[in-house]
């Protein structure tokens, strides 16, 4: 079974210019979660997603951060515009619960390094 | 106030021998769900082991187990036979409902550092 995948793997920028992640979910997967992990912290919720509904977006700093599962597949993260706070590894996950209970187990993908100069 | 607390940022340990890693959390739900997930240096996450709020037993999983102690709100990570692979970072996460539509979402804890000596 193919795992979480992400691209870019690495990505590089400058202050107030634009960026974008995509990742796919394992397959079946009904809940998908994007995270920000800044060096030294532990990974933080940006959004939960359940097929192609929000579930949690309260931590999206909304004025900057969109993502959007369209087709309640894969998804796609985008900061606009990228801030120097933003430096970062983005990582994504899935679990396969049609309905997140507090049982749902994460996997994750390999995460984007963005960086911001 | 952190809801999940990780105090130590590094830990070290000899191979083979046990090393317990803490976690502490906060939460006023009485169903909720506990993890632990590993993070090497490549920087993919790894789920170790969960735990329920209801369940009467520690979680075991090969050498992993979780001492759950619901009371003081601990779930406290035990590594048996530590082995070099084991050096990574540790996560401690918490699912808890939404109080709005009961749907969990997850908080992860700080981490610690685990470096195995050989």
């Known amino acids: 079974e193919a795992g979480v995948a992400q691209s870019p793997r690495y990505k590089i920028i400058e202050k107030r210019q634009s960026v974008a992640f995509w990742c796919n979910p394992i397959?079946?997967?009904?809940?998908l979660y994007w995270y920000q992990q800044i060096l030294g912290q532990g990974p933080k919720l940006l959004i939960q997603?359940?097929?192609?509904?929000?579930?949690?977006d309260s931590q999206l700093p909304k004025d900057r951060f969109s993502a959007e599962r369209l087709k309640g597949v894969d998804s796609t993260l985008k900061i606009q515009p990228a801030k120097l706070e933003d430096s970062a590894v983005y990582l994504c996950?899935?679990?396969?619960?049609?309905?997140?209970?507090?049982?749902?187990?994460?996997?994750f993908g390999p995460g984007t390094r963005l960086t911001v100069l | 106030a952190q809801k999940i607390t990780q105090t130590q940022p590094g830990m070290f340990v000899q191979e083979k021998e046990a090393v317990t890693l803490d976690c502490t959390y906060d939460t006023s739900d009485q169903s909720y769900g506990l993890f632990w997930y590993k993070q090497p240096s490549s920087g993919e996450m790894i789920f170790l082991i969960y735990q329920g709020s209801y369940d009467e037993q520690n979680a075991t999983e090969g050498r992993y187990s979780l001492n759950f102690q619901k009371a003081r709100k601990s779930a406290n990570l035990v590594i048996s036979a530590s082995q070099l692979g084991d050096s990574a970072m540790y996560f401690c996460a918490m699912r808890e409902a939404l109080t709005s539509g009961g749907s969990y979402i997850p908080t992860f804890g700080r981490g610690t550092s685990l470096i195995v000596h050989p």
């Open positions: 397959s079946g997967h009904a809940t």
């Open positions: 997603f359940q097929n192609n509904g929000v579930v949690d």
């Open positions: 996950a899935s679990s396969d619960s049609l309905s997140t209970k507090k049982t749902d187990t994460q996997y």
